[in-house]
């Protein structure tokens, strides 16, 4: 991988071994079976094109590094390669996201590859930038879950930061999350949380709670992070209030959650929205990879 695209994906906080990994396994599923018999049926070795990806409709565009990777393990010349526009940026229909000119042999093998890859992110980044625009303020942040598509996590959490969102935990070791399992397990939430302590001292500790009692139980025992899972806006009002002696203490809305009410859930109080369709659920912006 050359020197510029890595230094672009670790800019854009993703590991370049893993994002590699993840290309060769996107090709590897159209090229397992042999090469691209189409194109080598159609175009001389020797054709060289210009061809640009625009968007077909409104959105938030993410993908960029992760193209670059695409179209350099296929063997295009990455000096043929231009982003007209960032990842992160709005772009409108008709919009030219990025320009390309090179070995067009090379080019239609990337093509479904490297559109998979930003279609879905600029899903993800759209879909996060409308529950943006929607808190907007109100103090409140959108935060993606653990409800990602197997293999694309990293991918998918930093499409959610291009549109505008926070990252929750990456993983199951990076913070603890205590949940209705866990508590039913060891008895109380009390008792889950002094396991942790107990365990993991230094690591970040969240506890979703059901229930106005969960909530109270959480935060006499020292909780500064609260899940409030599919509580009404009212009860999610009154956890606020519950938690207001506490001013350390963080509150996540979660469960239930519409562009709709958005603005009344984050007019409650809470700091974060917690919405797992941004990842599990979201729809493909549409791109296409034209000729010229």
Not at 160 to 177: E, I, P, S, T
Not at 244 to 264: I, K, M, Q, Y
């Amino acid at each position: 991988m050359s020197d510029e695209v890595d230094q672009r994906l670790v800019l854009a906080g993703l590991d370049p071994r893993e994002v590699r990994r993840l290309v060769d396994v996107a090709l590897d599923e159209d090229l397992r079976f042999g090469p691209d018999v189409t194109t080598e049926s159609t175009i001389r070795a020797d054709q060289i094109a210009r061809a640009q990806v625009a968007a077909r409709e409104s959105g938030v565009v993410c993908g960029g590094p992760i193209a670059l990777v695409v179209l350099e393990a296929v063997g295009f010349p990455l000096a043929g390669a231009k982003h007209d526009i960032a990842d992160g940026d709005v772009v409108e229909p008709g919009a030219v996201v990025m320009s390309l000119q090179g070995p067009l042999r090379a080019l239609l093998v990337a093509e479904r590859t490297l559109l998979n890859f930003m279609t879905h992110l600029s899903g993800v980044a759209s879909a996060t930038y409308a529950w943006s625009q929607a808190l907007e303020g109100t103090g409140c942040r959108v935060r993606d879950t653990r409800k990602t598509t197997p293999g694309l996590r990293q991918l998918e959490k930093y499409a959610v930061r291009c549109g505008g969102g926070v990252n929750h935990r990456m993983g199951l070791g990076d913070a603890a999350l205590i949940k209705d399992n866990h508590v039913a397990a060891t008895g109380s939430i009390t008792a889950a949380i002094n396991d942790v302590r107990r365990r993991y001292p230094n690591v970040a500790l969240e506890v979703e709670c059901d229930t106005l009692e969960q909530v109270d139980e959480a935060l006499s025992a020292g909780c500064s992070l609260l899940l409030l899972d599919n509580m009404s806006v009212g009860q999610i009002a009154e956890a606020v209030e519950l938690a207001r002696p506490f001013p350390d203490v963080r509150l996540e809305a979660s469960g239930g959650l519409t562009l709709a009410t958005a603005a009344e859930v984050a007019a409650t109080g809470v700091d974060y929205v917690a919405v797992g369709s941004l990842t599990h659920s979201v729809r493909a912006l549409d791109l296409g990879l034209d000729l010229l």
